[in-house]
T-cell receptor
Framework: DGGITQSPKYLFRKEGQNVTLSCEQN?????MYWYRQDPGQGLRLIYY???????QKGDIAEGYSVSREKKESFPLTVTSAQKNPTAFYLC?????????????FGDGTRLSIL | SQQGEEDPQALSIQEGENATMNCSYK?????LQWYRQNSGRGLVHLIL?????REKHSGRLRVTLDTSKKSSSLLITASRAADTASYFC???????????FGQGTRLTINP
């Protein structure tokens, strides 16, 4: 079955630590996205990538970094510069970028501070 | 920002009743999409309606789009307990490279 796999499901971060969230897709989609969701809120875009080896900042990129070395993979690093990282992180993909295609989502990673 | 805003924020109805959620946005769009999110899960795409369309159906779902009022509605007919979830609209502005999501409507279906 094609889909998006996010891991781990739960992640805890210590002060001053960088953590990396994994996102893998086998849908052969060109575009991938990272969103942050706070309790009772909608999704805010962190980073997106429309093609391998290229990515753009979203609305709340500060304190986060990404890479897109392979079409299937779009890992997100939450750095120590992100002072309020506790949230639900969602990865998504679409056939192409540009907002004109449905997005397929993984089941998220819940990040908490220790 | 041309973020969609859903109304109401929360809706509780009896099983079998119809549920209507509304979404308003601020600028011209290419399309508007509706998604469902079950608690603790990712979003699931429901329907995409393009700016030149007025209505779309998918099973028990009916979506309307009024570009003159910059609004859309999602109707779920004959609701079931399994429809309990949060529903989000997302808009793609003309020329934009991304979707912008609203805050969502939390729908509860009571048995």
């Amino acid at each position: 079955d094609g889909g998006i796999t996010q891991s781990p499901k739960y992640l805890f971060r210590k002060e001053g630590q960088n953590v990396t969230l994994s996102c893998e897709q086998n849908l052969n989609h060109d575009a991938m996205y990272w969103y942050r969701q706070d309790p009772g809120q909608g999704l805010r875009l962190i980073y997106y990538s429309q093609i391998v080896n290229d990515f753009q900042k979203g609305d709340i990129a500060e304190g986060y970094s990404v890479s897109r070395e392979k079409k299937e993979s779009f890992p997100l690093t939450v750095t120590s510069a992100q002072k309020n990282p506790t949230a639900f992180y969602l990865c998504a993909s679409s056939v192409t970028g540009g907002g004109n295609q449905p997005q397929h989502f993984g089941d998220g990673t819940r990040l908490s501070i220790l | 920002s041309q973020q969609g805003e859903e109304d109401p924020q929360a809706l509780s109805i009896q099983e079998g009743e119809n549920a209507t959620m509304n979404c308003s946005y601020k600028t011209s769009i290419n399309n508007l999409q509706w998604y469902r999110q079950n608690s603790g899960r990712g979003l699931v795409h429901l329907i995409l309606i393009r700016s030149n369309e007025r209505e779309k159906h998918s099973g028990r779902l009916r979506v309307t789009l009024d570009t003159s009022k910059k609004s859309s509605s999602l109707l779920i007919t004959a609701s079931r307990a399994a429809d309990t979830a949060s529903y989000f609209c997302a808009t793609a502005a003309q020329g934009a490279q991304k979707l912008v999501f609203g805050q969502g409507t939390r729908l509860t279906i009571n048995p």
